[in-house]
């Protein structure tokens, strides 16, 4: 586990950035602020519902990702790769 990442707060980017459509087996994500749309799957819808706009640090989204969804592979550092690939989008800010 990287606890430099401890303290860090994760949160969806602010819903009025985002219009989020469910397409089946993809997620249709419009980032406003860029002009993108992001095709997304899995884990990243529960990433952003679980996030919301109140946030939380990365030990407990992992926490709650796995109470609400079967995770038997759950692994930080995919978690961790997917978070930095959200921020790196703007689909994800930090605090």
Do not use: C
């Not at 602020?33 to 030990?59: C, K, Q, W, Y």
């Not at 079967?70 to 978690?79: M, V």
């Amino acid at each position: 586990m990287d606890d430099s990442r401890g303290d860090i707060v994760y949160r969806m980017a602010r819903p009025e950035t985002l219009k989020i459509t469910h397409l089946d087996s993809f997620t249709a994500v419009f980032h406003r602020a860029s002009g993108i749309t992001h095709l997304v799957t899995s884990p990243v819808p529960e990433i952003l519902a679980a996030l919301g706009e109140a946030g939380m640090r990365r030990v407990d989204l992992m926490a709650r990702l796995s109470v609400d969804y079967l995770l038997g592979d759950a692994d930080e550092a995919a978690l961790d790769a997917r978070l930095d690939e959200l921020v790196a989008a703007g689909l994800v800010a930090v605090a």
